[in-house]
């Protein structure tokens, strides 16, 4: 039976960044944002527009579509624009953007293309820091908001295909805490949401996905949580049940975060280290 959702974000109204196609976290999170209630606006930068199927979400929650790089001051003043004539304020913003170009380029990481490397941290995290600044500027965020982020483990630790994407996530959740100070004082909230790997269009980009995959599922007592729960997740965040909840990373990986190794780690790697000793 589907869940008719509890109200949780009625009466709210937002932007919701990075939406793509059906598999995408930020995809989901729309949907069970209008599942609650919410009403916002759809936006990904205009490249997306014949990359992916944004008519077909805003069609199914009744949402305009922006689209606006938000690399781009210029694309994001006409944004929050719109969004105070089509709200007045808002109460959310859900940023679920990223892009790794060295890693997509399967550059290493000791030789970094840097122009790729700056356009990497453009995209992946200091892009936040644009739109929560355009969002402030243009006088569009309500007190008592709850800003989101979507991160990834990969921040705090090492996984050698992760590549620079490690830096972008590091950097984005150092501005979750850095505005997160400032923020509080008008009672607005920001947090990341440190998401298991995940089936989007940005997770196949990475090589040795498949591997990063697999292994966080072995390792995770829940195994890896999927993009429906991730965006069951951002809504009780976005929801004023978590009002005193600022400045940080919090792990949806379906406790990956927490775990040494697993059983079924140590039977994988003796049948690789041992092989036929069981015979």
């Known amino acids: ?93 859900v940023h679920s953007i990223g892009m790794g170009l060295n890693v997509r380029k399967n550059r290493e990481y000791e030789d970094l293309h840097y122009d790729w490397y700056h356009k990497t941290l453009d995209i992946s995290a200091i892009s936040l820091h644009r739109i929560v600044h355009h969002a402030l500027e243009a006088e569009v965020l309500a007190d008592g908001g709850s800003i989101i982020c979507l991160s990834y483990i990969g921040a705090q630790r090492i996984f050698s295909k992760y590549s620079e994407m490690g830096d972008a996530k590091a950097l984005l959740e150092s501005i979750v805490r850095s505005f997160g100070y400032r923020l509080g004082r008008r009672g607005v909230r920001i947090n990341a949401i440190s998401q298991s790997p995940t089936r989007t269009v940005a997770g196949s980009g990475i090589a040795g996905f498949d591997a990063m995959f697999e292994f966080a599922d072995r390792l995770a007592p829940l195994g890896n949580a999927d993009a429906a729960s991730c965006a069951d997740y951002t809504v009780s965040l976005l929801s004023d049940l978590t009002r005193m909840v600022t400045m940080q990373t919090l792990y949806h990986d379906g406790g990956f975060s927490a775990m040494g190794i697993s059983d079924a780690l140590i039977e994988n790697l003796t049948e690789v280290l041992t092989p036929g000793e069981a015979d």
């Open 1 to 93: 039976m589907e869940n008719a959702g509890y109200g949780l974000l009625e009466g709210k109204r937002g932007i919701i960044f990075g939406a793509l196609v059906e598999s995408s976290i930020a995809w989901s999170i729309a949907e069970a944002a209008h599942r609650e209630g919410a009403q916002f606006i759809l936006s990904n930068a205009p490249v997306a527009r014949r990359l992916g199927s944004l008519d077909v979400l805003a069609e199914r929650t009744g949402s305009p579509i922006n689209w606006a790089d938000a690399t781009s001051d210029e694309d994001l003043q006409q944004l929050f624009a719109q969004a105070k004539e089509e709200f007045g304020q808002v109460d959310f913003l």
